[in-house]
Each structure stands twice: as C-alpha cells, then as structure tokens.
C-alpha cells in the first residue's frame, strides 16, 4: 500500500505543478502551437504514467469525518441563471430529470428519486483545484457504471460527455454551457459517481445541486457540477472545440489525472 501511495503523491504533484503551469499560461497556449504539442505530448504521458503505474479500480485516497473541512470552497459557478435551472430549483428539483443517450441501447431519463435508489457509493476525499487549493467533503451518490451498464453502452461507445446548467462564456454551440468527458475507463471507476448529497446533507447549489460528477483521481475541474444530461459517443470531435471539456478547449488538459 504506500508504494502505491509514493506513486500516487507523485502523480499527485506532478499533475498539480502541470496544473499550475497550464492555469498561469493559458492565454498564451491558444496562440502558440508547439506548446499546445509540448502540453499534449505530457499529458499523454500523464495518462500512460497513472495507467501504469496504478490498477484501474486502484482508489484515490479516502479520508475519516475528522478530516472534513469546515469550510469547503465552492468555485465556478454558484448558482446558474438558465431559466430552467432556477425553476428547478424553486420546485426543489421535483421535476428535475437526468438525461443518459447517445450511443446506449436504452435511453434513460431519471428523477433524483431514481437515482438514490441505484447502487450508491459515500466518500470522504480531497478536492485539488489546479489554482492550487485543497479540501475534504464527504460525497454520496450513484456509482455512474452501473447506470451505464443500465443505459446498455453500444460497441463504438468510447466516452461520456456531462452536459451541464451553468454558463461560464459563450461556448462553440452557442449554449454557453459547461461540458466535461471522460473515458470508458474513469466512467467505469468505483469512485465515479454522481453525486446528491454533501456532508450527510442534499447537495448545495453551490457545489452543484441536484447532481454533479465526482472522478476522483483527477483535479477538480473535471468535477462537472449541475449535470443534466450524460451522453455516451465514440469520439470528442464534435464537442465544443473538440478538446473534450469547457476548459480542455481554453488549454488544459484533458486527463487531469492526480
């Protein structure tokens, strides 16, 4: 166990530093191509290092109630203006669905209710943000293999795309809002879930409510809050820029693995 765990903290550093650099320089990044190659061939030397290096149902570091930190800080977006989102809310997401298609045998369109009956997972881990802050909360939800397992992935399935409620700028689609991929791997992972609740309580608005994703061994900024709709295609092309997420189009990386 702590070889494993020395591997792990030196992923972890490594992916935070990258982070860094990445967040510092990001204006620069779109502008000057050998970069961008420079950037994607360390991230694709991220991914081959963890996968390596680590199990795939290898788990990220979990933690006891002490360690909870008292004040966990919500970053992003806070409390989405779409329309639809705010009705949601004042109804207490009674309506609310989430939405599983794409390249699934069945399409499932689930209320909150449906989801805490699926098989659930709780919790208690470190969020690391690439502006270089931590904290623990404890996370409750549904496990997101089994819910594709449900959906009944297609053959030509290779990601799952979390289409979410907020709107950070003006996105390629027109919509304005946030989006995040993973692969068939972290999808499948037993720490992936989407989670309800936060600290034994319904999930706040501002982490996220009524859903958000929880892939817990990359950085914070694949933890896609306000989930709406998860979507299962065979490539990232035609999402956003095609880079796989909302910020992975603005310079980060899309395997943010710690």
Same mark, same amino acid.
């Given at each position: 166990?702590?070889?494993?765990?020395d591997?792990?903290?030196?992923?972890? /550093?490594?992916g935070?530093?990258?982070?860094?650099?990445?967040?510092?320089?990001?204006?620069?990044?779109?502008?000057?191509?050998?970069?961008?190659?420079?950037?994607q061939?360390?991230?694709?030397?991220n991914?081959r290092?963890?996968?390596?290096?680590?199990?795939?149902?290898?788990?990220?570091?979990?933690?006891?109630?002490?360690?909870?930190?008292?004040?966990?800080?919500?970053? %992003?977006?806070?409390?989405?203006?779409?329309?639809?989102?705010q009705?949601?809310?004042?109804n207490?997401?009674?309506?609310?669905?989430?939405?599983?298609?794409?390249?699934?045998?069945?399409?499932?369109?689930?209320?909150?209710?449906?989801?805490?009956? /699926?098989?659930?997972?709780?919790?208690i881990?470190?969020?690391?943000?690439?502006?270089?802050?931590?904290?623990?909360?404890?996370?409750?939800?549904? !496990?997101?293999? &089994?819910?594709?397992?449900?959906?009944?992935?297609? &053959?030509?399935?290779?990601?799952?795309?979390?289409?979410?409620?907020?709107?950070?700028?003006?996105?390629?689609?027109?919509?304005? !809002?946030?989006?995040?991929?993973l692969?068939?791997?972290?999808?499948?992972?037993?720490?992936?879930?989407?989670?309800?609740?936060?600290?034994d309580?319904?999930?706040?608005? /501002?982490?996220?409510?009524?859903?958000?994703?929880?892939?817990?061994?990359?950085?914070g900024?694949?933890?896609?809050?306000y989930?709406?709709?998860?979507?299962?295609?065979?490539?990232?092309?035609?999402?956003?820029?095609?880079?796989? %997420?909302?910020?992975?189009d603005?310079?980060?990386?899309?395997?943010?693995?710690?």
């Amino acid at each position: 166990m702590s070889g494993q765990t020395d591997r792990r903290g030196w992923l972890q /550093a490594a992916g935070a530093a990258l982070g860094a650099l990445w967040l510092s320089a990001c204006n620069k990044l779109n502008d000057n191509p050998k970069v961008q190659s420079t950037l994607q061939k360390a991230e694709g030397l991220n991914l081959r290092a963890q996968r390596a290096l680590l199990t795939r149902t290898s788990l990220a570091r979990e933690f006891g109630e002490a360690d909870i930190s008292p004040d966990f800080r919500p970053n %992003g977006s806070t409390n989405p203006s779409d329309p639809d989102y705010q009705a949601a809310v004042r109804n207490g997401f009674a309506d609310w669905r989430l939405v599983i298609d794409g390249l699934v045998e069945t399409p499932l369109s689930l209320s909150l209710a449906d989801l805490r009956a /699926a098989p659930a997972r709780t919790q208690i881990t470190r969020h690391d943000c690439v502006e270089g802050w931590s904290s623990i909360g404890k996370w409750t939800g549904a !496990r997101l293999s &089994p819910l594709l397992d449900r959906a009944g992935l297609k &053959p030509q399935a290779r990601y799952v795309v979390f289409h979410c409620a907020d709107t950070l700028e003006e996105t390629p689609d027109g919509t304005g !809002r946030y989006y995040e991929s993973l692969d068939l791997v972290d999808a499948h992972h037993p720490q992936t879930i989407l989670a309800y609740a936060m600290n034994d309580r319904p999930l706040p608005v /501002a982490h996220g409510a009524p859903l958000r994703l929880r892939v817990e061994r990359q950085l914070g900024y694949k933890q896609a809050k306000y989930v709406m709709r998860v979507e299962a295609v065979a490539d990232l092309a035609a999402i956003g820029r095609g880079k796989g %997420g909302f910020w992975e189009d603005r310079g980060y990386e899309w395997y943010a693995g710690i």
